[in-house]
């Protein structure tokens, strides 16, 4: 089930690949999703459905954040594994603390296609790196023609894949401190 109108449903072959492509990350031990500007909550409802072992979903609309709560219930996903938040997204990310802070695993950004600089805004906070473990995967899925910033603090750009008008860049916190410098 979807929000509304000014929600743009992630369509079948960007997900069949999107979550093909996560899928070992995953499968990580205790693997934490953060899924900004969730809309329907599809991105994060997906990556619990595939093994991840919590996931927190961010949106500011109130209708939109009352069909990730249906979709969770119509799904079973409710319960401690899933944490639903009503805010704005980039104000939530500076002041992220207690049990939603993080670290994350992946993280799916999803802001709407006419507002680039939401989706700037998010990977640059996200650079920080304070949010996610090392090795952390963070995927902004954004219009064909709006390509992210590369780097962005502590993320480096390592894949891009295009659907039509969508486009999903992938970014990786490294692994070690060797490799951040």
């Known amino acids: 089930m979807a929000p509304g109108e000014g929600t743009r449903p992630i369509a079948d072959r960007v997900k069949q690949t999107l979550f093909a492509i996560l ?20 991105g994060g409802i997906e990556a619990l459905s595939r093994g991840a072992a919590a996931a927190v979903f961010v949106e500011r609309d109130a209708g939109a954040v009352a069909t990730i709560r249906a979709n969770l219930a119509r799904t079973h996903l409710t319960g401690s594994s899933a944490t639903v938040v009503q805010a704005e997204v980039v104000r939530w990310l500076a002041g992220a603390s207690g049990p939603v802070a993080g670290p ?7 802001p709407p296609y006419d507002r680039p600089e939401l989706l700037d805004q998010s990977l640059e906070r ?7 473990g090392p090795g952390s995967v963070v995927v902004a899925k954004h219009f064909w023609k709006h390509r992210p910033p590369d780097p962005s603090g502590l993320l480096r750009s390592v894949r891009e ?11 990786r916190r490294p692994a070690s401190d060797q490799e951040e410098s």
Do not use: H, I, Q
């Open 161 to 171: 894949r295009r659907f039509g008008e969508t486009a999903l860049t992938f970014y």
């Open 23 to 42: 899928e070992p990350d995953l499968r990580d031990a205790g693997a934490r999703v953060l899924d900004l500007f969730a809309g329907s909550g599809a």
């Open 126 to 132: 996200l650079g920080r790196g304070d949010l996610l």
């Open 104 to 110: 994350y695993r992946v993280v799916l950004v999803d």
